[in-house]
């Protein structure tokens, strides 16, 4: 039952992509919005059979990686299926009354999101290096495509340097890769991480490690790599941006963390960890700061983004060389990180969208008086803002918490300072555009109010994303199943 | 879960959900966005009034799960969360009657309504957090929701008022986040508990439990407006008259004053942080605060502005209070918590109503208001004679039993301060009072207007007269055990005596 719940998320997305691609605009919104629905019935599934049975690992039709594919699914993976489907699902039904059905390049949005959705879930259930790979690249073909589909030059230019740091990110993971496969024979991270503890491989591959976290900290723009990210992700279209914010950036530093976790204690080094995490930490100042100072409001949602990837790179440093608790504690804040970032990123992006609708231009000054007239979406930005923030009782501030715990549980008291500092900042940036929403003297104040349901989508976002917080146990006892080595073939 | 687990649920969702609908109803359904409010607040107090009820009986109300893991969510009424409660549900109700009227007709009152709703639901849960965790909590969503209703108008000097007020606060939170961080990380998770915890500690944890109390009093200072960390309070009188009155009186600055009791009482434990030697610095602090902020006072023209530096002053006292680290000096800070909130909400009632009806907002254009407004201004007389501590006013009890606290553990500079004080209170109330009743009028008063049969709209005029009839009704009775101080002796019987 679980192998076809697994094979239905990576393959008839697949299959959706194709029947989208033949169809025009309207149409593929009704088939897209038909598969939506099974998706996510599908993914619920999933996650209720490992709810009650736990973890699995599959050799999809008996063979072994490189020829066959081999999947895992445990309580974390199913967790990141589970929000891919929420959020792909509020942006194919934001982007499905968002884009203009009569430019007739929208309609390939719907076989780009779908191709999309199938890399995500392929990444989140991969078990081998080389399928990973090709995940990852499904991901950022379609992803580059959908940048594009904004149609000006500048959204052009835009997909081009992102295709090339994309590009660049893979050839560098899928040279580690091939460097892992030819020193251990192996293509399996659990089987690579059992050859190097048992001590079988002679040299460990230290090298490749390194190989393949540099492509991936690229393709999640880490600082000082992140230069790609704020113009891709600002000049795409909302639902768009919310899609690669949310999800696309998370997949390789999901592959990283995967990575650390099974083989960083044998290879990696406390300097390696900590250079990691300096990043991470530079990443959140700076990031920060130029969200601070960007005058367009979805430039400034881009680099709130690049600040908050930084965050997650703190789970290098946090889990090398400490006590399992405090491990585990890294990890499940990094968890939540990643998930209420996600959800708020996304309801952000939306609203910014609905925004940019109704005040009809997307500077950050245009927006005085809006919260007179449209205090709506305006409060999904705000209610989305405190998760940023790391305000309660938001996901972002159970994760805030957990990595506060973790910092001073390993004696690395140096990450709070960013963890409070960028607490600070984050609110700076958030606290500029409610601001600006609040000046009375405005010239205009006609505001076109858009459709309903385009700002009722990034309101559940934004709850979500607050609730997680009050919940965060319950999510975590979830993400902590364990799984099943033994399962069946 | 007991149906009585419920109650501290229900007092904090009457306001959430009074926040919700008032969020969904359009712009124009006043009338019932005022049915809603005032419901809500009655209900509210009634459900607090049970809460007492069950308190003196003995039982126990609480709620709690596990939120994060490790952490507990608590929400429980005990006796001196019943204290924070009742006086933030009495106000709450007197503010929203105040706040109608005083909205009449303005723009964006859905907006306003909303938010003061949620500002008041996060007062509420910090006065039911059970622990510092939970308590955080509401402390920053109290932040939060009062940030559109001190820029409620939108000007460039109530934006600027509130940035300054942002930057305080949040920074302010983040010490104080990182204050309970640390401390979980050494000894766990701990819920407040009567005489706190510290009573018996290894002296190994000396250090980091001070350093502790230094971030978490600095923390909570920023909204308690303990110098230097006071330069939000004179900025904020920008927003509308009840927001002061609310700010001043119960939520904010009264949300950190309630804070640092709760550090003192029910986490440290008084004793042992007199033993650690922690209270005498926050004494200094607190002394120097209240001298400063009535100095300040003395040389506002601003009504408003005096009104806040006065604040600044008088929230100390409940401060200098725990520091007196004395059953006795303990009672009479604690009660200051509900009557420097009714006589400053009473004030800043009749600051508002001056500036509706007559326009006025500096001292000097008071001259003869007394005549053409004599309920607001027989209010106002009354606060200010509470403020400055006239027998057989409420102020004067939190005074005398101050000072025989602070001669009790011999203190005796304490009460040097407290007279010190009382001579600036009246240096900088009696001149009002005096152009109030005594002076003639000069000019004509800038922006008259008529408002109903009385003086002014009689939204605006009953609920100053009703907390003035409250300052004398708590001096006067402060002996019966159903008055404030009352309650405050018997919250003290259960924190020191044990």
Known sequence: ?489 | MSTGALLPVAALMTSLLASVIIFALPETRSRLRTVINLGAALLKLALVVVMIWGVVQGQAYEVAFTMVPGVEFVLRADALSMLFAGLSALLWLLTTIYAVGYLEDSPNRSRFFGFFSLCVASTMGIALAGNLFTFFLFYEMLTLSTYPLLVHRGTPKALRAGRNYIIYTLAGGAVLLLGIAWLHGLVGDLRFQEGGYFAEMAPALQAPLTIIFVLLIAGLGVKAALVPLHGWLPQAMVAPAPVSALLHAVAVVKAGAFGIIRVVFEVYGLEAAREMGLLAGLAVVAAFTILYGSTRALFQMDLKRRLAFSTISQVSYIVLGLCLAGPVGAAGGLVHLVHQGIMKITLFFCAGNYAETLGVHRIDELDGAGKRMPGTSAAFTLGAFGMIGAPPLAGFITKWTMGSGALAVGMDWVVAVLVASSLLNAAYFLPILHRLWFAGQQAPLPEERRWGRLETSSWLLWPPVLTAVLIILFGLFAGTSYSPLGWVELIVDREVAL
């Open chain 1, 1 to 489: 039952m679980t192998l076809w719940l697994m094979a239905g998320l990576l393959f008839t997305p697949l299959a959706w992509a194709v029947l989208t691609l033949l169809l025009d605009f309207s149409k593929g919104r009704v088939v897209t919005w038909l598969g939506i629905l099974v998706q996510v019935l599908v993914s619920l599934g999933l996650w209720a059979t490992v709810a009650s049975e736990g973890g699995f690992h599959y050799l999809l039709g008996g063979w072994q990686a490189p020829l066959g594919i081999e999947l895992r699914v445990d309580g974390l993976a199913v967790t990141f299926v589970l929000l891919t489907a929420l959020v792909a699902a509020a942006c194919g039904w934001h982007g499905g009354l968002y884009l203009d059905p009569g430019k007739s390049w929208h309609r390939y949005f719907w076989p780009l999101f779908w191709f999309l959705w199938a890399g995500l879930n392929a990444v989140w259930l991969g078990g081998d290096l080389f399928n990973l790979y090709v995940g990852l690249e499904l991901i950022s073909l379609s992803a580059v495509g959908l940048v594009a589909l904004g149609g000006q030059a500048e959204a052009l230019r835009a997909a081009i340097r992102y295709l090339l740091a994309a590009l660049l990110g893979s050839l560098a993971y899928l040279l580690g890769v091939a460097l892992v496969y030819g020193q251990t024979g192996s293509l399996s991270l659990a089987g690579v991480a059992t050859l190097v503890s048992d001590g079988a491989v002679s040299s460990g591959p230290v090298f490749p490690l390194v190989l393949m976290l540099l492509g991936l900290a690229l393709k999640t723009a880490l600082f000082p790599m992140h230069g790609w990210l704020p113009p891709a992700h600002g000049i795409a279209k909302s639902p768009v941006s919310a899609l690669l914010s949310a999800l696309v950036v998370k997949a390789s530093f999901y592959i990283a963390a995967r990575l650390w976790l099974e083989l960083g204690n044998e290879l990696g080094s406390y300097v390696l960890a900590q250079v990691i995490g300096l990043l991470g930490a530079l990443a959140v100042v700076w990031g920060s700061w130029q969200a601070l100072l960007q005058p367009k409001l979805k430039q400034v949602v881009a680099y709130s983004s690049v600040a908050q990837i930084g965050y997650l790179f703190l789970l290098f440093p946090l889990t090398w060389g400490v006590a399992g608790a405090v491990s585990l504690q890294a990890q499940q804040g990094i968890t939540l990180q990643v998930i209420s970032h996600a959800l708020a990123k996304s309801a952000m992006f939306l609203a910014a969208g609905n925004l940019i609708l109704s005040a009809g231009s997307n500077k950050v000054d245009a927006l005085a008086g809006v919260s007179r007239f449209l205090p709506f979406s305006l409060f999904s930005f705000g209610l989305a803002g405190l998760s940023l923030m790391g305000l309660p009782p938001t996901g972002g501030f159970a994760a805030k918490w957990l990595l506060l715990q973790a910092s001073l549980g390993s004696g690395q008291w140096w990450w709070i300072v960013v963890l409070l500092v960028g607490g600070l900042l984050s609110a700076g940036y958030v606290f500029r555009i409610y601001r600006a929403s609040f000046v009375e003297d405005s010239g205009t104040d006609h505001f076109y109010h858009p459709p309903r349901s385009l700002e009722v989508i990034p309101m559940i976002l934004a709850l979500l994303a607050l609730g997680l917080g009050l919940v965060s146990d319950s999510v975590l006892s979830v993400m902590a199943l364990p799984f099943d080595e033994g399962g069946a073939g």
